[in-house]
């Protein structure tokens, strides 16, 4: 067996900068990066965003005209209730996306690079939901924009009108832990969505989106009561249009809250477990 | 075979890399079945074995991926399971699974690791920028990934793993599915990286690129070392070595037959191509001998030649099949 000859000198070129010591904010900074990672993607893909800007203008038009004499007696009335929920519903159903595309992503590599470098192991899931929330701003601004186009009017002040907008958005970011965690549990992208769709519909027709609840059998309204999605729409209705929210905004905060609290950790530990 | 690192390296070798009976087990698949890996610094260990070895097993233990399900790893002495923010300060990991975000740019998947490395936003640009010129991407630079040809994706890969700068560098199968041009390219990538310092550990199914690379090799199959030594020596193990004659006139043969079985070890000479004798010998001094007997009978040769065996003997010999066999094109099958 031969012998080796010894090291080679350590020359400064390419290889001259040592990792420093990690700083503090890691977690904050790192998301923050990694969040502009998937805003970028989203930027490259606008076809991506189909469900944020397509979806609140069809359906808004459909139900204004199609139920909108029926419902509300008149297309402008059932715009000015329904157009809070349209928000409510296609804000929710935008939050299904970032599942999808996590599961897709996973499988690619990338997260096993970071997963290889000194980054805080929840940092590119963290990132991840920051970086969607562009994606919910466009479902804001879209929905409001064909709502105007058609008749809308905001009927309270802007600074109300701005909170409701907040308050969406806040929901769908707290909201996209359930996707994560489920994207995280499943095999398929396509299984993320269909089993979102099958939780996010039924909370979208079974509350207060379409038809005031005090129309439905007492059994469904006890249902209705506690959904989510009925606080949501409730508080950003009386936000838009001015009429008093009484205690939904204080229950879509908790709701918010309790999405975080039960789906972040859970989310996370599948994360770890994952790979 | 499977020798300690000292008594290749020397006593005083110091180990970058040093793993102690690595096992890990995928519920029936028994992945690793006790390995122990070390690679002094400033070299390259090839890890070498068939599909399913479990070589990216023990690379994504290393790689801190994956934790063993017995045995112990260190990275620059750090261990991998309870230090392993420590050892991922210092590694850069390039393979099949530790890709780039193929929807960023080039520039835009280096900045982000400088900026996950604590690069800083200037510090990033920077390295990014040199390293986008290093491996001549810089045209390509703000294109995104998916757009990259296959040689251009390793290369950004490769570019990805050493934005930190790491001293420890993991390459699994760094050339796989690449042309034999671009295969000659990642290697000299990969010797400029030692000269500069790194340790690299290797894993490769091809066993030109681990005899063209490795200070040493580590040769893996169903999850064991089957043999470790430097690639000389492994060839000398199982083979001996061997000296080819062609000669100028095919009428002696014959004679040349007569005098080869004298100088060879024992074995008759034998006719292995067209025109081509050849014979085992047992040391460099046969080749002189020889010179000497074909001068003083009068021969002319037009080829004289002596061969260690190559490592696909080698392997073939320790593990009764070839390297490639779970594989469609070998490097050996397109180079030759």
């Given at each position: 067996?031969?012998?080796?000859v010894?090291?080679?000198?350590?020359?400064?070129?390419?290889l001259?900068?040592?990792v420093?010591?990690?700083?503090?904010?890691?977690?904050?900074?790192?998301?923050?990066?990694?969040?502009?990672?998937?805003?970028?993607?989203?930027?490259?893909?606008?076809?991506?965003?189909?469900?944020v800007?397509?979806?609140?203008?069809?359906?808004?038009?459909?139900?204004?005209?199609?139920f909108?004499?029926?419902v509300?007696?008149?297309t402008?009335d059932?715009?000015?209730f329904l157009?809070p929920?349209?928000?409510?519903?296609?804000?929710?159903?935008?939050?299904?996306?970032?599942?999808?595309?996590?599961?897709?992503?996973?499988?690619?590599?990338?997260?096993?690079?970071?997963?290889?470098?000194?980054?805080?192991r929840?940092?590119?899931?963290?990132?991840?939901?920051?970086?969607?929330v562009?994606?919910?701003?466009?479902?804001?601004v879209?929905?409001?924009?064909?709502?105007?186009?058609?008749?809308?009017?905001?009927e309270?002040?802007?600074l109300?009108?701005?909170?409701?907008?907040?308050?969406?958005?806040?929901?769908?970011?707290?909201?996209?832990?359930?996707?994560?965690?489920?994207s995280?549990?499943?095999?398929?992208?396509?299984?993320?969505?269909?089993?979102?769709?099958?939780?996010?519909?039924p909370?979208s027709?079974?509350?207060?989106?379409?038809?005031?609840?005090?129309?439905?059998?007492?059994?469904?309204r006890?249902?209705?009561?506690?959904?989510?999605?009925?606080?949501?729409?409730a508080?950003?209705?009386g936000?838009f249009?001015?009429?008093?929210?009484?205690?939904?905004?204080?229950?879509?905060?908790?709701?918010?809250?309790?999405?975080v609290?039960?789906?972040?950790?859970?989310?996370?530990?599948a994360?770890r477990?994952?790979? | 075979?499977?020798g300690?690192?000292?008594?290749?390296?020397?006593?005083?070798?110091?180990?970058?890399?040093?793993?102690?009976g690595?096992?890990?087990?995928?519920?029936?698949?028994?992945?690793?079945?006790?390995?122990?890996?070390?690679?002094?610094r400033?070299?390259?260990?090839?890890?070498?074995?068939p599909?399913?070895?479990?070589?990216?097993?023990?690379?994504?233990?290393?790689?801190?991926l994956?934790s063993?399900?017995?045995?112990?790893a260190?990275?620059?002495?750090?261990?991998?399971?309870?230090?392993?923010?420590?050892?991922?300060?210092?590694?850069?990991l390039?393979?099949?699974?530790?890709?780039?975000?193929?929807?960023?740019?080039?520039?835009?998947?280096?900045?982000l690791?400088?900026?996950?490395?604590?690069?800083?936003?200037?510090?990033?640009r920077r390295?990014?920028?040199e390293?986008?010129?290093w491996?001549?991407?810089t045209?390509?630079?703000?294109r995104?990934?998916?757009?990259?040809?296959?040689?251009?994706?390793?290369?950004?890969?490769l570019?990805a793993?050493l934005?930190?700068?790491?001293?420890?560098?993991?390459?699994?199968?760094?050339?796989?599915?690449?042309?034999?041009?671009?295969?000659?390219?990642?290697?000299?990538?990969?010797?400029?990286?030692?000269?500069n310092?790194?340790?690299v550990?290797?894993?490769?199914q091809?066993l030109?690129?681990?005899?063209?690379?490795?200070?040493?090799?580590?040769?893996?199959?169903?999850g064991?070392?089957?043999?470790?030594?430097?690639?000389?020596?492994?060839?000398?193990v199982?083979?001996?070595?061997?000296?080819?004659?062609?000669?100028?006139?095919?009428?002696?043969?014959?004679?040349i037959?007569?005098i080869?079985?004298?100088?060879?070890?024992?074995?008759?000479?034998?006719?292995?191509?067209?025109?081509?004798?050849?014979?085992?010998v047992?040391?460099?001094?046969?080749?002189?001998?020889?010179v000497?007997?074909?001068?003083?009978?009068?021969?002319s040769?037009?080829?004289?030649?002596?061969?260690?065996?190559?490592?696909?003997?080698?392997?073939?010999?320790?593990?009764?099949?070839?390297?490639?066999?779970?594989?469609?094109?070998?490097?050996?099958?397109?180079?030759?």
């Amino acid at each position: 067996m031969s012998t080796l000859v010894g090291t080679p000198p350590r020359t400064s070129s390419v290889l001259s900068t040592a990792v420093p010591n990690p700083r503090p904010f890691r977690l904050v900074r790192h998301s923050l990066a990694l969040a502009r990672r998937s805003l970028i993607k989203t930027w490259r893909t606008p076809e991506a965003l189909i469900d944020v800007t397509l979806q609140p203008v069809l359906f808004l038009i459909i139900f204004v005209y199609i139920f909108g004499g029926a419902v509300a007696g008149s297309t402008h009335d059932y715009l000015q209730f329904l157009l809070p929920g349209i928000l409510a519903q296609t804000i929710a159903t935008g939050a299904i996306a970032i599942g999808v595309n996590l599961n897709t992503d996973i499988a690619k590599g990338i997260f096993d690079r970071f997963r290889s470098l000194p980054v805080p192991r929840s940092a590119p899931l963290v990132g991840a939901v920051l970086g969607d929330v562009v994606r919910y701003v466009i479902v804001t601004v879209s929905t409001l924009a064909i709502g105007y186009l058609l008749g809308f009017r905001i009927e309270s002040d802007p600074l109300r009108a701005i909170a409701g907008c907040l308050l969406a958005v806040l929901f769908a970011l707290c909201l996209s832990w359930l996707p994560v965690f489920v994207s995280m549990k499943v095999r398929t992208p396509g299984a993320v969505q269909g089993l979102m769709f099958a939780l996010i519909m039924p909370l979208s027709f079974a509350s207060n989106v379409f038809v005031s609840a005090e129309t439905l059998p007492g059994w469904m309204r006890a249902f209705v009561d506690v959904n989510p999605m009925t606080h949501l729409v409730a508080a950003v209705r009386g936000l838009f249009l001015g009429t008093p929210v009484g205690s939904h905004v204080w229950w879509t905060l908790a709701w918010c809250a309790g999405f975080v609290v039960v789906f972040m950790p859970l989310a996370l530990r599948a994360y770890r477990r994952k790979i | 075979m499977s020798g300690d690192p000292r008594t290749l390296y020397g006593m005083t070798a110091d180990l970058v890399i040093e793993a102690e009976g690595l096992v890990k087990n995928f519920g029936k698949t028994r992945a690793l079945q006790g390995v122990d890996l070390a690679v002094p610094r400033g070299t390259v260990l090839g890890v070498l074995g068939p599909n399913g070895a479990g070589k990216t097993t023990a690379v994504r233990i290393l790689s801190t991926l994956l934790s063993p399900d017995a045995g112990t790893a260190r990275i620059g002495g750090f261990d991998v399971v309870r230090d392993a923010e420590r050892v991922r300060r210092s590694i850069g990991l390039t393979g099949q699974y530790a890709s780039v975000d193929e929807d960023l740019t080039g520039r835009q998947n280096l900045e982000l690791f400088g900026t996950l490395l604590e690069l800083g936003r200037t510090g990033s640009r920077r390295r990014a920028a040199e390293l986008l010129d290093w491996f001549d991407l810089t045209a390509a630079a703000d294109r995104q990934a998916k757009t990259y040809s296959g040689g251009m994706r390793r290369r950004l890969d490769l570019a990805a793993s050493l934005v930190g700068s790491p001293d420890v560098i993991f390459l699994d199968e760094p050339t796989t599915g690449l042309d034999p041009a671009k295969r000659e390219d990642m290697w000299d990538v990969v010797r400029s990286l030692v000269t500069n310092g790194s340790t690299v550990l290797l894993t490769t199914q091809y066993l030109e690129e681990a005899d063209a690379l490795a200070d040493a090799i580590t040769v893996i199959d169903h999850g064991r070392v089957i043999a470790y030594d430097t690639p000389e020596g492994l060839k000398r193990v199982v083979g001996g070595q061997t000296l080819e004659v062609r000669p100028s006139d095919p009428a002696h043969l014959s004679r040349i037959a007569a005098i080869l079985s004298e100088v060879g070890s024992g074995a008759q000479a034998d006719e292995i191509r067209k025109g081509v004798l050849a014979v085992p010998v047992s040391d460099d001094a046969a080749l002189t001998e020889t010179v000497a007997r074909f001068a003083a009978a009068g021969i002319s040769v037009t080829e004289l030649s002596l061969h260690l065996p190559s490592l696909d003997e080698v392997f073939f010999t320790l593990t009764g099949r070839t390297a490639s066999d779970d594989d469609t094109t070998s490097l050996t099958e397109v180079a030759a």
